[in-house]
């Protein structure tokens, strides 16, 4: 997949886990995971506006576009 | 939700009883089958002694049984499958890749069916007498040959609808 997640990084600046992130956004914890693992096909744009409500983010801090060259390493 | 909470136990007895009925009457084309070696006894009960031609007749009989009996194991194929799809309702996930798979095979057995009952028709028109009339209940049928089609499109649209699922199931 081409976007990555980075929900790693902001829980880590703010200082939260991620059960008390899904505590604040309403989701189940197996959902987080899934989003927070790469594993999610889709997110909603409700989804979005929760975390970046509960994390005080930008969608971009979240989501990151990273091309097949990038991912990749040069032959 | 569901209006009619007795549609599926309705659906899977009568598919089963279905499945019953259909080798009881592969069972009977098959006793009528051997039973034509005996052509005495196919003149006797068919009352063919007086037509033309009797031999023409009694192969034409034998034909449409032979047809008859390669219908059996594809009735079979239909109703399995209908059964197994009513199960997956049952369990509250019909939207699943197998399913799509299974109407499908419906479809294109739906479709040799119909080649069947053309050839049931054709032969029975053929063999067929003004004294001797064969009255077979096969041969074009318009309702049959939108089965198929419907079958083919619901198809297609299990697939479509079990690739939505999956998104569905992947979105947070």
């Known amino acids: 997949m081409a976007i990555a997640i980075k929900l790693d990084d902001l829980l880590h600046d703010r200082r939260m886990t991620l059960t008390e992130l899904a505590d604040r956004v ?16 889709a997110i ?5 506006d929760a975390i970046c409500t509960a994390l005080s983010c930008q969608p971009g801090d979240i989501l990151r576009f990273e091309s097949d060259a990038e991912v990749e390493p040069a032959s | ?29 098959l006793a009528l089958l051997i039973a034509s070696a005996n052509e005495q006894w196919i003149m006797r ?3 063919l002694s007086t037509a033309p031609n009797p031999a023409g007749l009694i192969m034409g009989l034998r034909a449409v049984a032979v047809l008859g009996l390669a ?12 059964v197994a799809i009513v199960e997956t309702v049952r369990e509250g996930d019909p939207f699943v890749a197998v399913n799509a798979t299974r109407l499908l095979t419906i479809a294109w057995t739906l479709l040799a069916l119909q080649v069947v009952s053309l050839m049931i028709g054709t032969i029975g028109k053929i063999v067929s007498t003004p004294e001797h009339r064969l009255h077979l209940d096969a041969g074009l049928s318009v309702n049959g ?5 419907l079958t083919f499109l619901l198809a297609r649209v299990f697939a479509e609808g ?7 199931k992947g979105t947070v």
């Open chain 1, 26 to 41: 309403g989701m189940t914890l197996a959902n987080l995971s899934i989003l927070k693992t790469g594993k999610a096909r």
């Open chain 1, 44 to 48: 909603r744009f409700s989804t979005l």
């Open chain 2, 1 to 29: 939700m569901n209006k009619f909470p007795a549609a599926l136990p309705i659906a899977y007895i009568t598919l089963r009883i279905l499945i019953v009925i259909n080798w009881v009457f592969g069972a009977m084309i």
């Open chain 2, 45 to 47: 009960a068919f009352h």
């Open chain 2, 71 to 82: 219908a059996i194991p594809l009735n079979y194929v239909v109703l399995k499958r209908l």
């Open chain 2, 145 to 149: 040959w939108l089965a198929v089609l």
């Open chain 2, 162 to 168: 079990t690739l939505m699922r999956e998104d569905l």
